[in-house]
């Protein structure tokens, strides 16, 4: 029997309706950019596996220190422990994370870094006596699927059974230049009711709304505001993080910087999960007293693992050198090439591109897009291009390690896509 056959019998995949789609492609090895399945047949890895494995899959520099870390400390406690891994991990990303940034916080993926974010800013307040119990969120957000990440999500259909349960959240549009004077009166009107705790974003892009983009400027403002007004920032950088968008972090683009950082996804090279909540000396020092119940008492079994930290490391090594820093500005302009050939073209839309971060949204009439996704995926796919449209809108998001060839096959297979449609 085949993978794909046996998968049926136990396992149960995410974000799938079994009913619909039951088949799940086994791939049975991974290299570089490339994936391959139980049939011998390649796909180009055009979204990174969700965005992780930015250097490459099984990349060897990687690999190669996780198993000499593996023959050295497997896992420990980090209650009342710590180890060179953790240590070594957090002075290498304070390197590179905004200036403000002092503390870093261990969770195992992007929803409880959020989560823990959110209950940073809440027990901020509440540790200070402040009443400031309400998340401010931007339409369209995705920030994971715990509770408290969901809840601060943008709302959607497969949320329904939920909502009654979701922690207080108000909801602004995203900043643009014909709405950002309505934008701005909407939040101050919310933050002057005075019980707003925090504003969470992820910023430039949203990745889940296909890499919808919105300019530093805006963000810029409504944090200030957001400062002046006593309420916590958090950049949801889950995705944006770690070179994708041409800086190290999204944050790098803005002038005023967050007051917490979310980070998981290519954190580890795609590897391992691991999640990382970052915070300033101001949040953090509103735990700190004599105290106990002041700290913030969560935690998760694995935090801070060894293994996990040591990808992190080599990962942030490889994208501080010089061959990945080359990768970044050749995939940037090799997007900018094929963008001023495709967005004239009849079919094509609005495009948009941030970094290696490339998007083009179809000029196609609503009621077709289920089918249209269906279509365009396994058009993709029949012609060894793994990419994963969301909705109207076909997104690149490679490893940094993409070479030219494979680039353009991805640009060839999208041009004839348009094609068939
Ligand atoms: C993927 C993602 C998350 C959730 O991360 P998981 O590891 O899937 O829990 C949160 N925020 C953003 C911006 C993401 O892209």
Known sequence: MSLQERDKKHLWHPLTQHKLHPNH???????????????????????????????????????????????????TIFSGFTHKPAIEMSEALM???????????????????????IKMSLQYHFNQGNKQTKIVALE???HGDTFGAMSVSGLSVYNG?????????????????????????????????????SFIFEPLVQGASAMFMYEAKYLDELIAIANENHVLTIADEVMTGFGKTGKNFASDYLINKPDIICLSKS????????????????VYDAFYADDISKGLFHGHTYSANPLAC???LASMELLKSDEIQKNIKRITNSHQEFDSKIKNHSKVGATR??????????????????????????HFMENGVFLRPLGNTIYILAPFVITDEQLEKVYKTIEEALEIL
């Open 25 to 75: 492609l086994a791939i049975v090895k991974a290299n570089g950019a490339l994936l391959f399945d139980e049939k011998g047949n390649e796909y180009i890895d055009g979204i990174s596996s969700w965005y992780t494995c930015m250097y490459g899959h099984c990349n060897e520099f990687i690999t190669n220190k996780i198993k000499a870390q593996l023959s050295e400390l497997d896992f």
């Open 95 to 117: 390197e590179i994370l905004p200036q403000n940034q002092q503390k870093i916080f261990f969770s195992d993926n992007g929803s409880t870094s959020v989560d823990v974010a």
């Open 140 to 142: 369209g957000g995705f």
């Open 161 to 197: 059974p939920f909502e009654e349960f979701f922690i207080d959240v108000a909801r602004i549009p995203v900043p643009n230049k014909d709405n950002f004077e309505d934008v701005k009166k909407q939040f101050l009107a919310l933050l002057k009711v005075g019980n707003v705790a």
């Open 267 to 282: 954190l580890t090279g795609g590897i391992a999960p691991m999640a990382l909540t970052t915070c300033t000396q101001k």
């Open 310 to 312: 040591t990808a992190a």
């Open 353 to 378: 591109q941030l970094g290696i971060i490339y998007a083009l949204e179809l000029n196609i009439k609503m009621e077709r897009y289920g089918n249209l996704r269906d279509k365009l995926f396994n």
